[in-house]
């Protein structure tokens, strides 16, 4: 079977890894990829939203399976293109309906989808510009931190969380009188501030079964202690060491089977993942975020452990048959330590030559930002390189994905050296 991966990053990168290992695969294409993907793959230079390249290029090449990577396409619909076009609708498509994929391309929507099946989640209210002074009044009845969401898709960046009232007034006025974060913040979401850590769990549906991944826990800070910018993720840990047996099962029973059968109940045509951001609080879990994809970087830390052929596992969500297939999973840990470009979050350069890859030995290297500039590797956006290690515990793991990094250069190259420091 010919296989398109869309995306250009390190989850991209991970999932080709993952099928060009599958007897099942005969030729791999990735959309549009990065140097990483074109040593195992195909790279075809598309954009993941330009859903009639993506068609021709499906035709031309009989490809029958589609595996998204990022939240765009999804968001924009692209399972729906392929299911109502005669041509494609058997093409199986990793990845939510339109309006599946509105569990993470709205938080309000999220929200009211989380209360009317009873998963446990922080209170909240939603205002628009028209009710602009009803916010700042729901804010002056809550205790600092305030949590304010643009409600739309806002690249990782909507989510803002304030000490002081005054100030989550004036965010909240600049969301949505003056769109500080466009379309997206036309509605915003005040929620109760939840104190605890953080973990997210991934599930794969088939839209009537289930598998759980294991655990991630990601690094979104730029700075060490958790400190500075929001990034992508500067790395990740799996599996999350205090989410033990009887956290599980609470996520399990509170979290997880609601959140599928109410996909079922309400009829939402959802075959893919769902990635559930989670914080522990106190003993319990509860819900922060719904994405209907995969993460990135958790996915580098994630499905290297997934021992199960990852094409077999798909072609069991295109049927719905995920009931029929176990589960293997590499009990040891896996550690993703992502190299960003200097700068990054904010502006940075592009176009370094990357050396020392292939030194690297014992850990995988993922591409993230990179592209071929003849035989050169060079940097091509801000998180550049992911390296993933396995090991008997993560300690260990994360010990030798920075001795290999050591091996890696570009100009300006950093990473931060203290993950799983709140472990
Ligand atoms: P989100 O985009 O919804 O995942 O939010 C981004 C980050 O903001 C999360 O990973 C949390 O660290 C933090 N966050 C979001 N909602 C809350 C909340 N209700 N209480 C505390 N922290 C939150
Ligand atoms: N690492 C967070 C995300 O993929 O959304």
Do not use: W
């Not at 995969?294 to 596992?313: C, Y």
């Not at 992911?386 to 260990?396: G, L, N, V, Y």
């Amino acid at each position: 079977m010919n296989i398109l991966v869309l995306g250009s990053g390190g989850r991209e990168h991970t999932f080709a890894y993952k099928i060009a290992q599958s007897e099942l695969c005969s030729t791999l294409f990735v959309a549009p990829g990065n140097a990483g993907t074109a040593s195992i793959a195909i790279n075809v230079p598309i954009s993941v939203t330009d859903f009639s390249a993506i068609k021709n290029l499906v035709l031309k090449e009989d490809i029958k399976m589609v595996v998204v990577g990022p939240e765009d396409p999804l968001v924009l619909g692209i399972t729906d293109y392929f299911t109502k076009d005669d041509q494609l609708k058997n093409v199986v498509v990793i990845g939510p309906s339109k309006e599946g994929a509105k569990l993470e391309g709205s938080k309000e929507y999220a929200k009211e989808f989380l209360f009317r099946h009873n998963i446990p989640t922080a209170a909240y209210q939603s205002f628009t510009a028209t009710t602009v002074e009803e916010g700042k009044q729901f804010l002056e009845t809550l205790n600092a931190p305030y949590v304010l969401k643009a409600d739309g898709l806002a690249a990782g960046k909507g989510v803002l969380i304030l000490q002081d009232i005054e100030e989550a007034k004036n965010e909240l006025e600049n969301m949505l009188t003056n769109k500080k974060f466009g379309a997206a913040s036309e509605k915003v979401v005040i929620e109760e501030f939840l104190d605890g850590i953080e973990l997210s769990v991934f599930v794969l549906t088939d839209g009537k079964n289930y598998v759980t991944l294991p655990t991630a826990k990601d690094y979104k800070r730029i700075g060490e202690g958790d400190t500075g910018l929001n990034t992508g993720g500067m790395g990740a840990i799996s599996p999350v060491p205090f989410a033990d047996e009887v956290f599980m099962t609470k996520i399990e029973e509170q979290i997880i089977k609601p959140t599928v059968n109410g996909l079922i109940k309400e009829n939402i045509d959802y075959k893919g993942f769902v990635f559930i951001g989670l914080i522990k609080v106190g003993d319990d879990p509860k819900v922060i975020e719904y994405n209907v994809r995969m993460g990135d970087p958790e996915t580098e830390a994630v499905l290297p452990r997934v021992k199960t052929d990852l094409v077999a596992l798909f072609k069991h969500v295109g049927d719905q048959s995920l009931d029929k297939i176990d589960l293997e999973i590499d009990q040891r840990s896996a550690t993703t330590v992502m190299t960003v470009s200097g700068g990054y979050p904010e502006a940075y350069q592009k176009g370094k030559e990357i050396t020392g890859i292939d030194s690297i030995s014992e850990s995988i290297v993922f591409h993230a930002g990179t592209k071929l500039e003849g035989d050169k590797v060079v940097t091509n956006g801000g998180r550049v390189i992911a390296i993933t290690s396995f090991d008997e515990d993560f300690r260990k793991a994360l010990k030798k994905s920075y001795e290999n990094i050591e091996k890696l250069h570009f100009d300006k190259m950093y990473y931060r050296k203290d993950l799983g420091f709140d472990l």
